[in-house]
T-cell receptor, first 115, second 114 residues
Framework: GNSVTQMEGPVTLSEEAFLTINCTYTATGYPSLFWYVQYPGEGLQLLLKATKADDKGSNKGFEATYRKETTSFHLEKGSVQVSDSAVYFCALSDAGGTSYGKLTFGQGTILTVHP | DGGITQSPKYLFRKEGQNVTLSCEQNLNHDAMYWYRQDPGQGLRLIYYSQIVNDFQKGDIAEGYSVSREKKESFPLTVTSAQKNPTAFYLC?????????????FGEGSWLTVV
């Protein structure tokens, strides 16, 4: 079955530091890949997505590239801010077969950014 | 504004009680989902529905039930058979089953057993 593996957290950075959160996946066919962000006590918000190999998703300074050869979708940001502190989830969606396009999530990575 | 509304935000359940969490969307989405989130963990799929009057079990359906009588509504009942129901519950929806279509989430409901 499908699976998503994220780097374990928590990740603690100083403001303006470079961020990388690793994500690798296992899936049949050609899934779409997503990064969601969750702020404390809230639901999940889409951060960015990529629907085919070599696509780059980007939003709010974050970016991730769909790498089929390494089955990866690592999240990066060049300069983090305190307001980026949240939990980040990598996810995949496989529309094939009877999956109904449901998302499979990684375990989440807690990011804390200090001033 | 369009979106997904979950209620209540906080709910307390006594042992042996059934409780129902509401999920309503006005996005005209076809598919709806219920996920469970435990502290420090990812999301696990409970049930999902592609169309009205049809729904499928997810990975952890035992102790839960759903209905899909209207396109915009997908309530989740946590039954007394669910032995560890304390968790954060998230409802979601999307417009079609294409893998690239974004799934949108509600704000979630906290359920605590007392």
């Amino acid at each position: 079955g499908n699976s998503v593996t994220q780097m374990e957290g928590p990740v603690t950075l100083s403001e303006e530091a470079f961020l990388t959160i690793n994500c690798t996946y296992t899936a049949t066919g050609y899934p779409s890949l997503f990064w969601y962000v969750q702020y404390p006590g809230e639901g999940l918000q889409l951060l960015l997505k990529a629907t085919k190999a070599d696509d780059k998703g980007s939003n709010k300074g974050f970016e991730a590239t769909y790498r089929k050869e390494t089955t990866s979708f690592h999240l990066e940001k060049g300069s983090v801010q305190v307001s980026d502190s949240a939990v980040y989830f990598c996810a995949l969606s496989d529309a094939g077969g009877t999956s109904y396009g449901k998302l499979t999530f990684g375990q989440g990575t807690i990011l804390t950014v200090h001033p | 504004d369009g979106g997904i509304t979950q209620s209540p935000k906080y709910l307390f359940r006594k042992e042996g009680q059934n409780v129902t969490l509401s999920c309503e969307q006005n996005l005209n989405h076809d598919a709806m989902y219920w996920y469970r989130q435990d502290p420090g963990q990812g999301l696990r799929l409970i049930y999902y529905s592609q169309i009205v009057n049809d729904f499928q079990k997810g990975d952890i359906a035992e102790g839960y039930s759903v209905s899909r009588e209207k396109k915009e509504s997908f309530p989740l009942t946590v039954t007394s058979a669910q032995k560890n129901p304390t968790a954060f519950y998230l409802c979601a929806s999307r417009t079609a089953t294409g893998s690239g279509n974004t799934i949108y989430f509600g704000e979630g409901s906290w359920l605590t057993v007392v």
